[in-house]
């Protein structure tokens, strides 16, 4: 009697990981920016947390937003507005760095990196390292994590992370481009964005000198002046889009643009007035101060004004690209 010939089994060969050595995250207030290599993007901090019961087909979603499904259910992007987010600045569940890997998740699907994904080391920014409580929560990131975003599995695997002072990749920017008048100074780096406005002093080997940080309120201090006088219902966040869009315009119909002209140089002058006052002790000592951030180009005034001020090309997205240098 003869048996039949046993096929052995062929183990079903998976995907290989997508392997990323360094991935950059930028958390903002307003936006949060991100990429590896060349590829940069940006998706508007919002988010939403969803009801068990209440569904979502990910093909209705707007463009610039994620439906992320794990431990939670989660939308994130432009489009959470619909389902009653505000920014993250004025979320009451905690700060951004609290939903950091929701945010991480979205970012990694607006890269369209789906499957395994493998970074080697994610680079990332936050107002003050030495706050236990903002590095425990991006530390977190580090190891294994699955979500599943817009109805596709991402397995993460995160195998460093490291995590700078907000302004430092900016400062990189200016170093790597030879643009410090005097590079061996201390130098400075007001970061203007939507929630806050972060300036520090750097020393020549990149160390922020601690005694020099100021977090004053960013674009959201211009917007509650222009509030103040505008009156009527609280709209912050739109008077925020207005300002980013030229609008100047919120959906009630009312226009704000010369009580904008009149605020701006306000803003600037309590701006550089504390700059200058907390700064005074090292007034002799240091050489210029570098613009970035999402609300740079509205302190144009201070680099036309004063050589002191530079400007940075691109400046929203040169602290994630500060964070890519030598990736």
């Known amino acids: 009697m003869t048996t039949a010939t046993q096929k052995k089994s062929v183990p079903v060969q998976s995907e290989p990981a997508k392997t990323i050595p360094v991935f950059g995250f930028d958390l903002g207030n307003r936006w949060h920016k991100f990429g590896y290599g060349d590829s940069i993007h940006k998706i508007a901090s919002y988010r939403a947390p969803l009801p068990a019961f209440q569904d979502i087909a990910p093909s209705y979603l707007p463009s610039g937003t994620h439906l992320i499904e794990g431990e939670s259910r989660t939308v994130v992007g432009s489009g959470a507005v619909g389902y009653g987010a505000r920014p993250t600045y004025q979320n009451a569940d905690g700060a951004k760095w609290h939903h950091a890997k929701a945010f991480l998740f979205a970012a990694l699907a607006e890269c ?141 119909g009312r226009e704000f643009k010369s009580i904008f002209d009149s605020c701006l140089p306000e803003w600037i002058a309590d701006l550089r007035g504390e700059m200058r006052s907390r700064w005074s002790n090292w007034d002799g000592r240091y050489g210029q101060i570098a613009i970035c951030g999402g609300s740079a180009s509205l302190a144009q005034s201070l680099a036309q004004e004063n050589p002191r001020y530079l400007l940075l090309d691109n400046p929203q997205t040169a602290s994630l690209r500060g964070l890519l240098l030598n990736a």
């Open 112 to 252: 369209n990196l789906f499957g395994d994904v493998s970074i080697k080391e994610l680079r990332t920014v936050c107002p003050d390292s030495q706050s236990s409580e903002q590095v425990a929560a991006l530390k977190s990131l580090k190891g294994s994590h699955q979500s599943t975003v817009d109805g596709k599995p991402i397995n993460l695997s995160i195998a460093k992370i490291s995590i700078y002072d907000e302004g430092q990749p900016a400062w990189a920017i200016v170093v790597n481009s030879g643009l410090w008048h005097f590079p061996k100074a201390l130098n400075g780096v007001l970061d203007l964005g939507g929630g806050t406005a972060i300036a520090r002093l750097i020393t020549p080997e990149g160390r922020p000198v601690r005694q020099t940080e100021l977090i004053l309120p960013g674009t959201y201090g211009l917007a509650e002046k222009i509030q103040s006088h505008m009156g009527g219902p609280r709209s912050i966040p739109e008077i925020l889009n207005a300002i980013e869009d030229g609008s100047f315009s919120v959906p009630s």
